[in-house]
Structures are given as structure tokens and as C-alpha cells.
């Protein structure tokens, strides 16, 4: 931070003497020093980005009351804006060169966007913030830029969610109040929808459909975050015939859901990033069904894969296959347990027949190369 030039100081008073700021760069500044050089109670300062500070002063940091601009040009030695195309960013209180206590932020437009409680430069405390429009936002409990306790949500919709935040995300217990005066009480984990109960109210169909977006792929219709992504509960409808219905986190299929394909196939299970990872069922049109371990949409882990024709395997699968240890029932009531590789048996085995007789056996690539009674 840089000192004034005392001799263009006249009984206290700069005026356009370069000055250094440490936060606003070098640049003119207009009004009060202090006997340490440096601004000290009101002065209005401007830089060559055109980002200008008009308000208090404490040792040549910005503190108390004061307005910051950006854009356009302001004639500080006239003391009035000669350029209506300068914005007003910020006006309330500050504390060493930061945003500290009460204060508003400005849209480029000038209007409103946020009203309330500042720490060290952030958001923190309580206030409100409101859509381009002017309508309200959101009104609680703020904490370095994000929802942080107790909190009132307005969507743009008009629904009304009424609950505790953590890090901006819903957590715990919450009231929505809908358009169409439907209350329901709900329970939050990390901003998803764990539970819902209808309070008060009769849902309108417009409302069970909930937002509906077009891509280029295909439709959905479900609930969305904050944000306009798809989360929660909701129906994905491709264009190709394909249907999706269960649960949404940030835009992309996540949780427990079905998926149809156009061909009559079904996965029924968990999701994880938009693809099948976890626990599933999925059911092959010809009958054919596999219950078990997914792991990035192919089989992996434990499983059992049950045949049309009555036969089934249970084990393990890797990329798909049979891979690892595991047990085939056969449909003439013949069980083997053995090692399978690539989706063939490969490796040592025992075949129990269905009248208890039993043969140990070896296998290379499905071809069984050698056996003995036991």
C-alpha cells in the first residue's frame, strides 16, 4: 500500500493524488487523509479499470460505510457520475478492504441480488437473496457463500421448501408448499428426497408431472434441484422408445430406478453416475433373467443368471462372464460346482447327479478332458 504525496494535500484533503490500494490497485484518489498519508474517513477512489470505491477509510483500508462500482467512468474531482453506464456492485459496510457486517450486492442491471450479513468477504449470517426479477430467493441462514441453517427456498415455480441446510444442500426435515397448496413434509440427506408424506391438500396432475425438460434425446418429467438438474424421483422417455423411471443427482440417473429398453429388456437395481453399479435385476425378453453385482453397466461380483429353460448359475462374474468360482444346476437335476473362465469352465469340478452319484472333473475351455468316480 502506497502513501500520498503530502504536499498535494491541502488542510487534509486529496485531491486526484495517485494512491495504491492493496485490494483496488493503483489509481486517483479524492478526499480525507489521516496524519499517517493515507486515506482516512471519506474519500472516493478509481482506478484504470474503472472500479471505483466512493465511502469510508480507516489507514488507507476500506472500512465503514461505503459503495464500490464497476464500469464506466466517474469524474471524482466534479464528485458526480458523469456516465450512467457505471454500476453500482456493493453498497454497505466494510472491514480491512473486505465486505464485513450489513450490505447489498448489485446485478450488472442494478437490480438486487443479495441483501444481508457479510464476514470477511462472504456471504455468512443471515440474509436474503433474490431472482433477476426481484422476487425472493431464498431468506436464512448463510455461510461462506452457501446455505447454512435454517432457510426458507422459493423456486421459481412458486413451490416453498421451508427447512435446514448444510454447505447448501438439504438436510433433515423440511415443509414443501406447493403452487397448487398441496404441504407435504419431507426428509432431506445431502439435498436428495429420502421420504415424503402428502400434510394437507389435493396434488393437480400438473403438479404429479413436475417440471418437464426437453433434450435432444428424449423428455423428462420429475423434480429437479436448485439448480434445474434432474434430481429425485422422475421418468426419462427416449426418443428411441427407451424409458427411464426412478431416481435423478445432478442431471444423471442415481439411486434405486427402472430402465426399459424399446426391445422389451428391463434393468431394475441401483445406479451410480448415470450407469448400473450395485445391487440389479435385469430381465432378458427372451426369459432369460440375471440377479446380482453390477459394476459401471456390466455384470461384476456375485450373482445368479436363471435360463429360460429352468437351469441356473450362481457365482462369479467379471466383465459379463462367468468368471471364478461358482455352481450350474441343470435342468436334469445335475449340479456342478467349479471354476469357470471367460464364460467357460475351465479348471477342476465336481458333478453331483441328481440320483447323489458324483464325479470329479476337469474342463479346458468348455471340453471336458478328464473325470473319476468319488
Request: net charge negative; hydrophobic share 25%.
Amino acid at each position: 500500500m502506497g502513501m500520498l504525496d503530502f504536499f498535494k494535500v491541502s488542510n487534509g484533503i486529496a485531491n486526484n493524488i495517485r494512491f495504491e490500494s492493496d485490494n483496488l490497485g493503483t489509481g486517483l484518489y479524492s478526499g480525507h487523509v489521516g496524519a499517517s498519508r493515507l486515506p482516512e474517513g471519506h474519500g472516493v477512489f478509481i482506478n484504470s479499470l474503472e472500479i471505483e470505491y466512493d465511502g469510508e477509510w480507516q489507514r488507507g483500508k476500506l472500512c465503514g460505510f461505503g459503495r464500490k462500482y464497476a464500469k464506466g467512468y466517474y469524474d471524482i474531482s466534479q464528485g458526480e457520475d458523469d456516465d450512467a453506464s457505471k454500476s453500482l456492485v456493493y453498497a454497505g459496510e466494510f472491514k480491512d478492504n473486505r465486505f464485513n457486517g450489513k450490505g447489498k450486492q448489485y446485478r450488472q442491471t442494478g437490480k438486487i441480488a443479495y441483501d444481508g450479513d457479510w464476514l470477511d468477504g462472504w456471504k455468512c449470517g443471515e440474509g436474503t437473496e433474490y431472482y433477476e426479477n426481484g422476487r425472493v430467493k431464498f431468506t436464512g441462514s448463510w455461510n461462506r457463500d452457501r446455505y447454512h441453517g435454517k432457510g426458507v427456498y422459493t423456486a421459481e415455480n412458486g413451490d416453498v421448501i421451508e427447512g435446514e441446510w448444510t454447505d447448501g444442500l438439504l438436510n433433515g426435515e423440511a415443509v414443501l408448499k406447493t403452487r397448487d397448496d398441496c404441504v407435504y413434509n419431507r426428509v432431506y440427506k445431502d439435498g436428495e428426497v429420502v421420504s415424503e408424506k402428502l400434510i394437507s391438500g389435493t396434488p393437480k396432475p400438473s403438479h404429479d408431472a413436475g417440471r418437464v425438460i426437453v433434450f435432444d434425446n428424449g423428455t423428462y418429467k420429475g423434480e429437479v434441484d436448485f439448480n434445474g438438474k434432474m434430481c429425485g424421483k422422475g421418468v426419462y422417455t427416449y426418443t428411441n422408445g427407451n424409458v427411464y423411471e426412478g431416481r435423478f443427482k445432478d442431471g444423471v440417473k442415481q439411486g434405486e430406478g427402472v430402465f426399459t429398453w424399446a426391445d422389451g429388456n428391463v434393468y431394475d437395481g441401483l445406479w451410480e453416475d448415470d450407469m448400473r453399479n450395485g445391487r440389479g435385476e435385469y430381465r432378458y425378453k427372451n426369459g432369460n433373467r440375471y440377479v446380482g453385482d453390477w459394476k459401471d453397466n456390466v455384470k461384476n461380483g456375485v450373482g445368479e443368471f436363471f435360463y429360460s429353460n429352468g437351469e441356473k448359475y450362481e457365482g462369479s462374474f467379471e466383465n459379463s462372464l462367468r468368471h471364478g468360482h461358482g455352481v450350474f444346476y441343470y435342468r436334469n437335476g445335475a449340479v456342478f460346482e467349479g471354476e469357470w473362465m471367460n464364460d467357460m469352465l475351465n479348471g477342476e469340478g465336481v458333478l453331483t447327479a441328481k440320483d447323489g452319484s458324483r464325479k470329479r472333473q476337469k474342463w479346458v475351455n468348455n471340453k471336458l478332458v478328464s473325470e473319476e468316480a468319488l
